[in-house]
């Protein structure tokens, strides 16, 4: 699942830079209302995008949220990660599933600064057909991309909507 994910977010984020670079380009040699109609129908379509993105995600939280297997695990260490800003680290923690099997996994999000400490009690959710898919049952794995993706998505939709009212208000 967590390849699927990623590969949906590339797809989005690479249909969404196509689609920037298309209205940027008409916008080169338009005039002002010519302009502000394709900039307010690229915040409409956009925001329209990822707010259905957001959905999504959303949909598959509330599916592992209603559907899913909880259980307690322990963190036993982290990965890091390098980035430009510095180091990353991705919670790795150890649960047992409904059949007495144990289970080590890496978490999906990393973070800065580390979020638990080592040997550290968590919640886990996961699905009981994939358990390597687990992951720590927080608001912010549950539910940060959702709220993220759909409240953005939202908010550019609603710029979109209401700029000509912005306009003359604002007399642009």
């Not at 699927?4 to 797809?11: G, M, R, Y």
């Not at 994939?130 to 609603?158: E, I, K, Q």
Request: positive net charge.
């Amino acid at each position: 699942m967590k390849a699927f994910l990623i590969v949906a977010f590339l797809i989005v984020a690479i249909g969404q830079l196509v689609f920037f670079l298309f209205v940027f380009r008409t916008l080169r040699n338009r005039s002002r209302s010519s302009a502000l109609a394709s900039t307010r129908l690229m915040f409409i379509l956009g925001g329209g995008f990822f707010f259905l993105f957001g959905i999504g995600f959303a949909i598959y939280s509330l599916f592992l949220t209603t559907t899913g297997v909880r259980t307690k695990g322990e963190v036993i260490g982290y990965e890091e990660s390098h980035d430009k800003d510095g180091a990353m680290y991705s919670p790795v923690f150890a649960f047992t599933n409904q059949l007495g099997e144990r289970f080590q996994v890496t978490a999906p999000m990393s973070s800065r600064p580390r979020q638990f400490h080592v040997g550290a009690i968590i919640p886990v959710l996961y699905r009981s057909s994939d358990p390597y898919s687990a992951r720590p049952d927080t608001f912010s794995y549950n539910w940060l991309f959702p709220l993220a993706f759909g409240g953005g998505g939202a908010l550019m939709f609603c710029i979109g909507v209401t700029l000509p009212f912005w306009r003359r208000l604002l007399r642009l």
